[in-house]
């Protein structure tokens, strides 16, 4: 019956209060267990990078190191983007390049003003293939040679940093090289999807709308307004050649070439054209610049001091590092700088 001062229902109700409560806290648990595992190995994307790149800045929740072995531990494929779920934002106006030993498609990166059209867009009017660029013949020539000395494997890849339109990536994919194209300016992007279906290439070509720099994260592009090939992290670098140009910021996830490149691949040449950040990329390489002379590849990157210097970098700093991981071996080739390790130190003066 219980007692007056405790009677019976009162502590019926008080242990049923209890007992809910616990069943409560443990189906809570339940349900966010459920969730961590559907996150953690489900199919919804989590977010790879949970630190910025300014120093000082870094996630309370994810290190850099473990930034890091996270983009290891997850698949390439899972950050390759998807050409058949983007949208497309304008027209398509493309055409094969001239004079190249391996033809391919190019699409247009913008078309010009009425007063000043873009110069291919005036060839196809003259019935003109487009112009050459210089690093497409480049490219091919460098390809060439590595397969003439048998360098390059059934497993080689080709990494294109600052993809643009695809002038390299293309270009290499028209010898039958699988590439890795990155590119962090959502609209040549969309060319490089253009160029991935005029081309033939979807089995070749793998995209990835992500920056590459030093430090996994997100960085801050500048894109320039009107045009699609002087995008920099730099604000200054990007108008150095636009300076009337309007210039919009835009937040970007980035990685670096070692935290998604898996272990064991071949790559064969490294591209690197980024406007200035060069040497950020290149230290975010340091595993792969450090492969013995077979298995390290063959890099060419934009110099341009003027670049260089708006992202507190040099041309000198460049090659001091580059010879600290076994690159003695440079030329400077028009605009770019190429390297090679020791042993094959002779590949630069063929063709040059």
């Given at each position: 019956?219980?007692s007056?001062?405790?009677?019976?229902?009162?502590?019926?109700?008080?242990?049923s209060?209890?007992?809910?409560?616990r069943?409560s806290?443990?189906?809570?648990?339940?349900?966010?267990?459920?969730?961590?595992?559907?996150y953690?190995?489900?199919?919804?994307?989590?977010?790879?990078?949970?630190?910025?790149?300014?120093?000082?800045?870094?996630?309370?929740?994810?290190?850099?190191?473990?930034?890091?072995?996270q983009?290891?531990?997850?698949?390439?494929?899972?950050?390759?983007f998807?050409?058949?779920?983007?949208?497309?934002?304008?027209?398509?106006v493309?055409?094969?390049?001239?004079?190249?030993?391996?033809?391919?498609?190019?699409?247009?990166?913008?078309?010009?003003?009425f007063?000043?059209p873009?110069?291919?867009f005036?060839?196809?009017?003259?019935g003109k293939?487009f112009?050459?660029?210089a690093?497409?013949?480049?490219?091919?020539t460098?390809?060439?040679r590595?397969?003439?000395?048998?360098?390059?494997?059934?497993d080689?890849?080709?990494?294109?940093?600052?993809?643009?339109?695809?002038?390299?990536?293309?270009?290499?994919?028209?010898?039958?090289?699988?590439?890795?194209?990155?590119?962090?300016?959502?609209?040549?992007?969309?060319?490089l999807?253009d160029?991935?279906y005029?081309?033939r290439?979807?089995?070749?070509v793998?995209?990835?709308?992500?920056?590459?720099?030093?430090?996994?994260?997100?960085?801050?592009?500048?894109?320039?307004?009107?045009?699609?090939?002087?995008?920099?992290?730099?604000a200054?670098?990007?108008?150095?050649?636009f300076?009337?140009?309007e210039?919009?910021?835009?937040?970007?996830?980035?990685?670096?070439?070692?935290?998604?490149?898996p272990?064991?691949?071949?790559?064969?040449l490294?591209?690197?054209?980024?406007?200035?950040?060069e040497?950020?990329?290149?230290?975010?390489?340091?595993?792969?610049?450090?492969?013995p002379?077979n298995?390290?590849?063959?890099?060419?990157?934009?110099?341009?001091?003027?670049?260089?210097?708006?992202?507190?970098s040099?041309?000198?700093?460049?090659?001091?590092?580059?010879k600290?991981?076994?690159?003695?071996h440079?030329?400077?080739?028009?605009?770019?700088?190429?390297?090679?390790?020791?042993?094959?130190?002779?590949?630069?003066?063929?063709?040059?």
């Amino acid at each position: 019956m219980g007692s007056a001062k405790f009677p019976s229902w009162r502590r019926e109700r008080s242990l049923s209060a209890r007992s809910g409560l616990r069943r409560s806290i443990a189906c809570f648990i339940v349900i966010g267990l459920v969730i961590i595992v559907l996150y953690r190995f489900g199919p919804f994307p989590m977010s790879y990078a949970l630190c910025y790149l300014q120093p000082g800045m870094f996630s309370n929740m994810t290190l850099p190191r473990e930034a890091v072995q996270q983009l290891r531990e997850r698949p390439l494929t899972s950050l390759e983007f998807d050409c058949n779920t983007a949208l497309q934002t304008g027209p398509v106006v493309a055409h094969k390049v001239e004079k190249v030993n391996h033809p391919f498609f190019i699409s247009i990166a913008e078309l010009g003003t009425f007063e000043k059209p873009n110069r291919n867009f005036q060839r196809i009017l003259k019935g003109k293939l487009f112009q050459k660029p210089a690093i497409s013949e480049t490219v091919q020539t460098v390809l060439q040679r590595l397969k003439a000395r048998g360098l390059d494997t059934r497993d080689s890849v080709i990494v294109d940093v600052g993809a643009n339109v695809g002038m390299a990536t293309f270009a290499a994919a028209a010898m039958g090289f699988r590439v890795l194209a990155f590119e962090p300016i959502a609209d040549n992007i969309q060319k490089l999807c253009d160029g991935v279906y005029l081309n033939r290439a979807s089995s070749l070509v793998q995209l990835y709308h992500l920056a590459v720099s030093n430090i996994p994260g997100y960085i801050t592009m500048h894109k320039v307004v009107g045009r699609l090939d002087n995008s920099a992290v730099s604000a200054t670098s990007a108008t150095l050649a636009f300076k009337d140009n309007e210039i919009i910021p835009v937040t970007i996830k980035s990685v670096t070439l070692d935290s998604i490149l898996p272990p064991l691949s071949r790559v064969l040449l490294l591209k690197i054209d980024v406007q200035g950040w060069e040497y950020h990329v290149l230290k975010g390489a340091s595993d792969l610049l450090s492969r013995p002379p077979n298995l390290a590849p063959y890099i060419i990157y934009e110099e341009d001091e003027k670049l260089l210097k708006e992202s507190n970098s040099t041309s000198e700093e460049i090659l001091q590092y580059l010879k600290e991981h076994g690159y003695h071996h440079c030329i400077k080739d028009g605009g770019d700088r190429h390297c090679v390790k020791e042993k094959h130190g002779d590949l630069l003066k063929e063709g040059n």
